[in-house]
C-alpha cells in the first residue's frame, strides 16, 4: 500500500524559513516524480513544485520560483521543500503527492504551515 | 500559469447525472490529454477519480467519467448518490508544470 506522510508544518513568522519532509513507502519511490500541492484555507488546490526521479530537473509555481525548494533523498524515499521568505500567503495545507505520467494518484495527508506574526 | 476555470457550484438529485467543465487553453487542457479529475471531501486529502482525460483507476465507480473537447474538460456522475457530494478539482499538464481548476462543489439535493 502506497504511504506518503508529510512532516514540518507550523507557524512561522512572515520572512522566515521551514523545511516539509514526506516519507514515501509501498512503491518504487526512485522511479516517480514527485510533487508538492498546497491549499489555502477555504480555497482550492495550487501546484507548487515537482521534481525528476534522480532528482536533477525540478519545476516552480510562479509564486514560489526564488523562495521555495524541492529536493529529495532516494535512500531515504524521502522528498523534501524548503521554504524561505515565507509570507502570510503561503498559509495552506501543503500535500505531497506521487506524480505518475501527468495524474496524481496517491497522496499524503497533508501538513499545515501557518506564516503569521 | 492561470488556473483553470471551473464553476464554483453544481448540484443534482440522487439518481440523477451532471456535468463539470473545465476550461484552459492551448498550453494545457487543449494542448495534452493529461486531464485529471480529483474529489476531496472536507477535511480530506484529494482522491484521483480520472486520470488522461477518461481513464478511471481502479476501485473508481463507472458512474464517473471523463471527456475533453477542444480547451474545455468535463467531468460526468451519472447516478448521484449522497457519498458524491464533495468538492473537486480538474488539473492538467502544461508543459513542465501542472495546473489546477479552481474547484467545484458539487452538491446532491
Known amino acids: 500500500e502506497v504511504q506518503l506522510v508529510e512532516s514540518g508544518g507550523g507557524l512561522v513568522q512572515p520572512g522566515g524559513s521551514l523545511r516539509l519532509s514526506c516519507a514515501a513507502s509501498g512503491f518504487s519511490f526512485a522511479s516517480h516524480w514527485m510533487t508538492w500541492i498546497r491549499q489555502a484555507p477555504g480555497k482550492g488546490l495550487e501546484w507548487v513544485a515537482n521534481?525528476?526521479?534522480?532528482?536533477?530537473?525540478?519545476h516552480y509555481g510562479d509564486s514560489v520560483r526564488g523562495r521555495f525548494t524541492i529536493s529529495r533523498d532516494n535512500t531515504r524515499d524521502s522528498v523534501f521543500l524548503q521554504m524561505n521568505s515565507l509570507r502570510a500567503d503561503d498559509t495552506a495545507v501543503y500535500y505531497c503527492a506521487k506524480h505518475t505520467f501527468y495524474m496524481f494518484d496517491s497522496w499524503g495527508q497533508g501538513t499545515l504551515v501557518s506564516v503569521s506574526s | 500559469q492561470s488556473a483553470l476555470t471551473q464553476p464554483p457550484s453544481a448540484s443534482g438529485s440522487p439518481g440523477q447525472s451532471v456535468t463539470i467543465s473545465c476550461t484552459g487553453t492551448?498550453?494545457?487542457?487543449?494542448?495534452?490529454?493529461?486531464v485529471s479529475w480529483y474529489q476531496q471531501h472536507p477535511g480530506k486529502a484529494p482522491k484521483l477519480m480520472i486520470y488522461?482525460?477518461?481513464k478511471r483507476p481502479s476501485g473508481v465507480p463507472d458512474r464517473f467519467s471523463g471527456s475533453k473537447s477542444g480547451n474545455t474538460a468535463s467531468l460526468t456522475v451519472s447516478g448521484l448518490q449522497s457519498e458524491d457530494e464533495a468538492d473537486y478539482y480538474c488539473?492538467?499538464?502544461?508543459?513542465?508544470?501542472?495546473?489546477f481548476g479552481g474547484g467545484t462543489k458539487l452538491t446532491v439535493l
Open positions: 521534481i525528476q526521479q534522480d532528482g536533477v530537473k525540478a
Open positions: 492551448s498550453s494545457d487542457v487543449g494542448g495534452y490529454n493529461y
Open positions: 488522461e482525460v477518461n
Open positions: 488539473s492538467s499538464n502544461a508543459g513542465d508544470n501542472s495546473v
